[in-house]
């Protein structure tokens, strides 16, 4: 049983591994000073590529021409900070060792939470297993013959 747990656990971090070495490609800053007419929003996909949630000029445009905010996401939807904890800020434009440093300390907090979980129910059906293995001795008296019987209950 444990060499099955630890294969699903070496299973899980080469997997966590992989997809936190995949490259996070940020969008082009081109500085061409063409003659073009800028759009309104400009100023709004300039900074959504600076904090690098978006790739490109013409991705962010076709968002807000879709009537979506500059990332993608629908306007009205507040993706900020979670109920209960805040958002690990910076969230943007990480380094390699910050997303493995942020994703092995995931992994051994959900190990940790596992573990948790695993001892409390443990516990739980050590109890379940006492409570149904006593036996109950019960003495009846037949009406009949008058003899008395002897039931075990479980």
């Known amino acids: 049983m444990a060499k099955l747990g630890l294969k699903w656990g070496l299973l899980c971090a080469a997997f ?16 061409d000073d063409d003659d073009e007419e800028e759009s309104p929003n400009t100023a709004i996909c ?16 076709s968002n807000i021409a879709n009537g979506m905010n500059p990332d ?22 990480l380094t390699g060792g910050d997303r493995f440093g942020r994703g092995l300390l995931y992994v051994l ?10 001892i ?8 379940i297993e006492m409570i149904t293995a006593q036996e109950k001795e ?6 009949k013959s008058g003899k008395n019987q002897v039931h075990l209950n479980s």
Do not use: H
């Not at 490609?25 to 081109?30: A, K, N, S």
């Not at 907090?109 to 695993?118: D, E, N, P, T």
């Open 46 to 61: 300039q900074g959504a590529i600076d904090e690098g949630t978006v790739k490109t000029m013409e991705e962010c445009e």
């Open 138 to 143: 019960v003495t009846v008296k037949d009406p």
């Open 16 to 31: 966590l591994l992989i997809s936190l070495s995949t490259p996070y490609v940020l969008g082009q800053d081109d500085d």
């Open 72 to 93: 993608g996401t629908p306007k009205g939807v507040n993706c900020g900070d979670g109920l209960i904890v805040p958002i690990w800020r910076p969230y943007t434009k």
């Open 109 to 118: 907090l959900m190990v940790y939470l596992f573990i948790g979980v695993a």
């Open 120 to 127: 409390v129910s443990d516990r739980f059906m050590e109890s």
